[in-house]
């Protein structure tokens, strides 16, 4: 310990970051999200995965898939559509090809999963609960690509309530599940995960949306809609956070949508996220995760803070 | 592939909207091969949002780095009117590149535009190992003023066969009819030439090039761009539909592939090759 | 008419604007939206409003409203958030104050008006439609500020189906319904609409949103949500125009959403809007409205086009 | 009110952050009054988005208008880096103003850092009348580097008391504390005259001004500052909660309101006008 600087500041502890949430301890609440960190082999060179607190696999089905045809992305206003396709190596692929390198990359890995009949979801899931170097599973209910897969399962209640305990009975694994904001109720999604054993919701997934070329009449992506993400949603997705974290059912949020910086992410913890996933924010700055990490440790130096978790939901609202 | 930061050291206007842009603190880029590339961002706020893909022209000690930009949207408007001294980062230098020159084979380097870059820095290699004479550059535009850097081609010693849709300068017409007329060349006065073809430039042109190089078996890579996001083969976003699996990814795969690995629409309406 | 050019370019007949568009026939298809153009007349020193092809006034309902505390507006990444709350007039305030004025600003004019309860929007509906120099009726069921009156009718179909009917009833005028986009089906509002009699659907109102200010941890806005409009919009607006053209029903779509340019309204044209309406961008650019109706024109001779009504739903779709 | 383009024909780096920026081509704003301001938007793209109110600092001949600015965010960061040449678009000039200097009156001016551009062109406008010596300044700022255009008062003949948080010029203290001592002189040396005060500044600021105001009946405008998006009346978003009617707009109906007809919150716990 250093004698008190001459200004009188004393030397404080550097803040805890630990977060859990839905049934895993991270070193810290900054996680990547699924699409846009690859199986983090791309990024290891830029700066040390372990700063993370998690990262999220790009979303595995049980075979293989090519995705869909190009153009897949096109820029909007302060935000990008993609229509991938959840292109991925399938679960064999993922367990031979990026998993070996998954348990060695020093952070906690999430693997997002998919299916696009509820059996596909119930296999997958199962599977990939079993395998070695997963701390568990985020489930995707919400991608709005692909009609057989995505959407449908996570847009009513009750079938997604059905599709969460079906896997919920086979998955030991911590079960988080990726709720859909193309919806009128975010709160009755949550809630039907909640109530079916799901451990964590992740929210949100992009919104569905749709781009034009006046001069060429057509859609700048070849499967005309696909989905937004972006700084541009983040106003959406706070508003998700805090609409479930206020319904007060008390399962754990992991926020994601539009976040840039630390003080977005620290946005998310006042709304009642408990851990928040970095998206979009990885092509636009590929160190900015870590960043982030750095910029929310700086942020409760600066407050006072000495545990992240005093932030989550401690937003003010006054009378 | 290193992501660092940059400087804009020297910014030069070449007419009709082309600059050249040469960045100091690219020490990181120094091993670059032709047809490499960086993705590009300036201090821009979140408008645009996403860092912008350039080619690399020149890398040269001392960490200097240079690009050829055009300014068709904000993003390389930005850059154009970017003043020295402003910081831009970079994260590079991505995607394989074309193969080596080569004593054994003759290069024709094909540049649609602002294309060029890759097919300059090919060039540079080729002139550094003194292979400057194994390869020529076809280089066309719609007008005179879309030819830029011709001096710079000289001082390499590089040969070079211009043309212009307008006929302003060179032969008029399309680049692909000069490459026709160049590979009928080359068969007649040097049939031991082993040729290959290195093209970069507007997709219509690449598949151009592709279609004319098929019937003579010339070995052709083509340099392809999408729209990308992150350069690194991490968003999928930069798929292009070929033969070897159903999609590569420019960035990662790319943007140089073999032209019978990808899939080469059939040639539209008008021909190919001659002058519109 | 003039000789052709040297160049050998034909002189054309300069682009027909006019749109129909639910009951009402526009000089051009571009609009001003309610809520972000006042009554009219604080632009009238910039442009002649005569332009524009209408303009929608701010929502009026039968009371007169003082609307919600402050902080109403904050801007977010490529839009901004409002919970203005309504404030208004008042019906009698605005047959007194605003259309005296409106009678002589040589447009269209379309009346939003909304209620907090069914009654009252019936009476509403009923007292604007008789009122002279009303071309229209806009009817919100959309605004997410308030809680009795806003989201609640629109968000479910059957309940939106009713009141359309109701209003339908004794409005004699054309009846507009503006949609929310907080929903899981835009299609099923639209065609909720299209049964009860509603001559054409305005898509999109701005998207329920939150924005944060970490550093005092409160809300940006009072009401701590509020409504996200802008070009952060843009993309969400579009897929929802094209996915109620998509569905054939045949109501005419008013577009709106993050206009900001003539391109931005051709999109939306293409896409399926017989007219659209500009907002946010009124506060960016005071005088953009009347630039996008040149913008359009300019288009239209650019790429050929006589009449802009061929844009309607003109969008390439490859097989 | 017009709306228009003007060009940034100078801007001067004042420290801190502070930058005073000339723009030419203003001609609509000659007639302007003190207190009245714009709403200013460079070319930026879409970050930020919406245009951004500025007060006036002073209009002269030959279309030149000034404002002081301090950059605190990414507009103000945008127009601290503006080169001369830059074009930007005005629309003003907007709301309502302070009232006229008059012989029979003497104006307390109180600026709070950059709220202080208002009350120079209150007092430039005195000036012009031959009334300068019916007001003078209590500007008040963190540090002396909060204190700027002090040659540029001094040279109008203004009076003007100044303090710093830190003591580092003038008074130590807040402004507001300087402002209850000039109170307190005036109706002690000059009995006779009609005291009126002027503010502009932070918002605690002005609620402290407003509350020290009150027990002495002194008439009190006060200049208030609320997010902006059309700053002419239309979107309502600017709303301040005022006792003549539940809200006013702080772009249409003001900026400039009688501190009798805003509701003042009741000081908070630690002492409004003494030293901290
Ligand atoms: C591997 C590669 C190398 C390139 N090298 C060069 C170069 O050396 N010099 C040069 O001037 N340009 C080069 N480009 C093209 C350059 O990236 C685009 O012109 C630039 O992204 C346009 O950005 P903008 O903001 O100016 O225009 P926008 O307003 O964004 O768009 C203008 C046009 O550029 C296209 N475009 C936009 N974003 C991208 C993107 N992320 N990727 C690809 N195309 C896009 C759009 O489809 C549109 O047609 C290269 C592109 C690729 C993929
Ligand atoms: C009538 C009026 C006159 C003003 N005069 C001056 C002046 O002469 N000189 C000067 O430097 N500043 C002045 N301001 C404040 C100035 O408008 C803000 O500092 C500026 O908008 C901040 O923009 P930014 O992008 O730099 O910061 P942001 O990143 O947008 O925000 C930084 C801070 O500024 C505030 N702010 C942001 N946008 C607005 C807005 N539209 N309206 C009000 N506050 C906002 C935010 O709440 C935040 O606290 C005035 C404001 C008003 C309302
Ligand atoms: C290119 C891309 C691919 C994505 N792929 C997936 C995916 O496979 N599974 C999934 O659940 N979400 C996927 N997402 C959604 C992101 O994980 C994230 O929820 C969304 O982008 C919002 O966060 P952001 O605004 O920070 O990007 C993808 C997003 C992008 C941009
Ligand atoms: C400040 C503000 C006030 C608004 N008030 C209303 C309103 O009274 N009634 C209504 O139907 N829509 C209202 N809207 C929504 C707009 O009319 C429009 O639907 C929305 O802003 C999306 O368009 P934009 O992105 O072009 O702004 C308001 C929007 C803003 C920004
Ligand atoms: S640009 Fe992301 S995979 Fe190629
Ligand atoms: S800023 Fe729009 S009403 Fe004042």
Redesign the pocket.
């Known amino acids: 310990m250093t004698a008190p600087a001459a200004g009188g500041t004393e030397e404080h502890a550097p803040p805890s970051l630990v977060a859990r949430c839905g049934g895993i301890e991270f070193r810290n609440p900054v996680l990547t999200a699924s699409g846009t960190f690859g199986y983090g082999s791309e990024f290891a060179s830029l700066f040390p995965l372990a700063s993370l607190g998690g990262m999220v696999t790009k979303g595995i089905s049980p075979n293989p898939r090519f995705g869909n045809p190009a153009p897949r992305i096109c820029?909007t206003a302060s935000g990008m559509l993609n229509s991938i396709g959840l292109e991925n190596v399938g679960l064999t692929g993922f367990e031979a090809e990026k998993l070996p390198f998954l348990r060695t990359c020093g952070t906690k890995v999430l693997v997002n999963f998919f299916g696009t009949t509820f059996d596909e979801y119930v296999e997958c899931g199962q599977r990939l609960g079993r395998m070695d170097g997963v701390a568990g599973l985020e489930m995707n209910v919400s991608c709005p690509n692909i009609k057989a897969g995505g959407l449908e399962f996570g847009r009513d209640p009750r079938v997604l309530g059905e599709l969460v305990r079906a896997c919920r009975n086979v998955i030991e694994k911590p079960l988080w599940v990726k709720l859909t904001p193309n919806t009128s109720d975010i709160v009755a999604l949550a809630r039907a995960c909640a109530e079916n054993g799901a451990d964590a919701v992740s929210v949100i997934n992009t919104i569905t949306g749709m781009a034009i070329d006046a001069r060429t009449r057509r859609p700048r992506l070849a499967t005309v809609m696909g989905g937004l993400s972006g700084p541009a949603i983040k106003p959406v997705a706070l508003r998700m956070v805090y609409q479930i974290h206020h319904a007060g059912m008390g399962i754990p949020i992991c926020g994601i949508g539009g976040i840039q910086n630390g003080l977005d992410a620290v946005e998310f913890f006042l709304a009642g996220a408990t851990t928040v996933q970095v998206g979009t924010q990885n092509f636009i700055d590929p160190a900015s995760s870590e960043r982030v990490v750095r910029e929310v440790e700086e942020f409760c130096r600066q407050h006072g803070i000495s545990d992240v978790c005093e932030l989550v939901g401690a937003l003010e609202i006054q009378g | 592939m290193r992501y660092f930061d940059a400087r804009i050291i020297e910014n030069r206007a070449l007419g009709n909207g082309y600059f050249s842009l040469r960045l100091g603190g690219c020490d990181s880029l120094a091993a670059s091969r032709p047809g490499q590339?960086i993705m590009l961002r300036g201090d821009w706020g979140r408008d645009?949002l996403?860092p912008?893909?350039?080619?690399l022209?020149s890398v040269a000690p001392e960490g200097r780095a240079d690009?050829?930009?055009?300014?068709?949207?904000?993003?390389?408007?930005l850059l154009e009117a970017a003043l020295p001294g402003t910081r831009v980062s970079v994260l590079g230098p991505l995607?394989n590149g074309f193969p080596d020159p080569a004593p054994a084979t003759f290069d024709l380097l094909v540049a649609g535009g602002?294309g060029m870059?890759p097919l300059f820095m090919q060039a540079e290699h080729a002139a550094r190992r003194g292979l400057v004479d194994r390869c020529e550059m076809m280089y066309g535009g719609r007008t005179s003023r879309d030819l830029v850097l011709l001096g710079e081609m000289r001082a390499l010693g590089l040969a070079t066969h211009l043309s212009t849709e307008d006929g302003s300068v060179g032969r008029r017409g399309r680049v692909t009819a000069a490459l026709e007329a160049r590979i009928e060349y080359h068969r007649t006065a040097n049939p031991g030439h082993k040729l290959r073809i290195m093209a970069c430039g507007p997709r219509e042109m690449l598949w151009a090039v592709a279609r004319i190089a098929e019937p003579y078996a010339i070995e052709c890579h083509l340099?392809v761009?999408?729209?990308?996001?992150c350069g690194i083969g991490v968003c999928l976003g930069?798929a292009i539909p070929a033969r070897s699996r159903p999609f590569r990814y420019?960035?990662s795969d790319g943007?140089v592939f073999l032209a019978s690995d990808l899939i080469i629409p059939p040639a539209p309406g008008h021909a190919t090759g001659g002058t519109p």
């Open positions: 820029e | 590339f645009p996403l912008r893909p350039m080619s022209l690009m050829l930009g055009r300014s068709v949207g904000r993003g390389t408007k995607g602002v870059p340099s761009e999408e729209q990308m996001a930069c420019a960035c943007p």
